[in-house]
């Protein structure tokens, strides 16, 4: 089944413990991305990458980091989590740039909580 | 700076009606727009997806119309069923450096039997 899967779905951590949490997509997708979704906010980009070892920040990358060392998988890490970090957090991936009439397909989210 | 709106924030609809839901953005310099749907607890469902040269595109009972020079798209919803119940969201694509994504902040659908 094509499918977009993150690890872990629920995390409860404390503030400055590094934590990564992962992404994998198995449709030989090129493009991925990563977003938080907050009330009141809406869905924010965080991070993209265009294709392997090619990452670029979105609209909130202060705190997080990435890398695509292979293609189906892009890892978001915290290296210091804050309680500001406390989101609701999807992957999702498309076969190319999205401004190439690609559409995106989402993980079922990871709801982290920072204490 | 793109912002994107959607109208109504809520809208609660008997078994049967037919509907539409609104998005409005305010920068008509877009790739695409996509519309999705997102069940508490799940993740995003891509519904529609319309390039910016397209005036519409149709899945179903779901038709999704574009006017990129009022900054206007609609979601047309026929014969609302109790399964449609979820929050819609539309998301523009912005001719930027990079693929940027805008996302309105949802309509929160409910149809009652």
């Known amino acids: 089944e094509a499918q977009v899967t993150q690890n872990p779905r629920y995390l409860i951590t404390v503030t400055g413990k590094k934590l990564t949490v992962t992404c994998s997509q198995n449709m030989n997708h090129e493009y991925m991305s990563w977003y938080r979704q907050d009330p009141g906010l809406g869905l924010r980009q965080i991070y993209y990458s265009m294709n392997v070892e090619v990452t670029d920040k979105g609209d909130v990358p202060e705190g997080y980091k990435v890398s695509r060392k292979e293609k189906r998988n892009f890892p978001l890490i915290l290296e210091s989590p804050s309680p500001n970090q406390t989101s609701l957090y999807f992957c999702?991936?498309?076969?190319?740039?999205?401004?190439?009439?690609?559409?995106?397909?989402f993980g079922p989210g990871t709801r982290l909580t920072v204490l | 700076k793109q912002e994107v709106t959607q109208i109504p924030a809520a809208l609660s609809v008997p078994e049967g009606e037919n509907l539409v839901l609104n998005c409005s953005f305010t920068d008509s310099a877009i790739y695409n727009l996509q519309w999705f749907r997102q069940d508490p607890g799940k993740g995003l469902t891509s519904l529609l997806l319309i390039q910016s040269s397209q005036r519409e595109q149709t899945s179903g009972r779901l038709n999704a119309s574009l006017d990129k020079s009022s900054g206007r798209s609609t979601l047309y919803i026929a014969a609302s069923q109790p399964g449609d119940s979820a929050t819609y969201l539309c998301a523009v694509i912005v001719r930027t450096s990079y693929d940027k994504v805008i996302f309105g902040p949802g309509t929160s659908l409910s149809v009652i039997p």
């Open positions: 999702a991936s498309s076969l190319g740039r999205l401004a190439s009439y690609n559409e995106q397909f």
